[in-house]
């Protein structure tokens, strides 16, 4: 069973990763081997689990000690629990804590691109989608509606920033993803894959236009909030793509988008 220590000291160092550490302090870009993420629930702490990532350590209310908290100091019984009442551990953590338990882990080596397009048939490529809650949504629709792995450019947020985690779900450790340099778009011809920009273009053709169902490899390509995706990248797309929309809305939010455009073409021909 695993040590229970109870929270006295809010300055010990073994808190640091929950008290005193930024998400951009956690991806540790400088040395990525020692990258680090916090998920959040027992649900998606579970399903971190279930993907093999490894456990630091847990921080969890009294209570849980003895229902869902149990179970996972069963299974990680060589991995520290720090626990408190809940109103200690907000003060310690400084945010409101959902569900009452949080556990640090290590992140592993993302895949390669081009092992991702091998393996792929229904590919999501993100470009530049700021905000972690678009980037979580994403990711829970992609992975509920046939995606087989999500790209995302160096501008987007990490799919392992603490809200991205629990939006998603914990669907982030269930399908692959991996960032990518500029030549994304050839990377993706050269492995068979047609691209489909979603953006609003006079010439962009309707969602279920069943051309595009029937290719055997698709890229879907969101854009970032309000901007959307840059010329560039429409240009250098097999296909553009518009949701038809009814009572003269113009579009819906990229992780809305993202639902439909997967729904209606994740399924394979």
Not at 45 to 62: H, K, N, Q
Not at 189 to 216: H, W, Y
Request: contains cysteine; negative net charge; aromatic residues 8%.
């Amino acid at each position: 069973m695993s040590l229970v220590i109870r929270v006295t000291d809010f300055a010990a160092p073994e808190l640091d990763v929950y008290a005193r550490t930024t998400e951009n302090q956690l991806v540790c870009r400088e040395d990525p081997e020692n990258g680090k993420f916090i998920a959040e629930t027992p649900m998606v702490i579970e399903r971190a689990l279930d993907a093999g990532y490894v456990p630091i350590s847990f921080l969890m209310e009294e209570k849980y000690l003895e229902n869902q908290g149990k179970a996972f100091m069963e299974r990680c019984p060589d991995v520290p629990v720090y626990t408190a009442e809940l109103s200690v551990l907000q003060n310690l953590i400084g945010y409101p804590l959902t569900r009452g338990m949080l556990c640090a882990m290590r992140r592993r080596p993302a895949p390669k691109p081009s092992a991702l397009c091998k393996t792929s048939r229904r590919i999501a490529v993100l470009e530049n989608v700021m905000n972690p809650t678009n980037v979580g949504a994403i990711f829970r629709s992609a992975a509920a509606l046939g995606m087989d792995a999500v790209l995302l450019t160096p501008g987007c947020s990490d799919p392992f920033y603490r809200r991205a985690i629990r939006v998603a779900m914990g669907t982030v450790f269930q399908i692959p993803w991996t960032y990518v340099d500029e030549g994304w778009p050839e990377l993706l011809k050269i492995n068979g894959f047609s691209t489909v920009a979603m953006a609003l273009c006079p010439d962009s053709r309707a969602l279920n236009d069943p051309e595009i169902a029937t290719q055997e490899r698709l890229a879907i390509v969101l854009g970032t909030e309000g901007d959307g995706l840059a010329v560039s990248t429409i240009a250098a797309c097999d296909y553009t793509v518009r949701i038809p929309m009814a009572h003269g809305v113009d579009s819906l939010n990229v992780a809305a988008a993202s639902a439909v455009a997967f729904y209606q073409l994740g399924q394979l021909p």
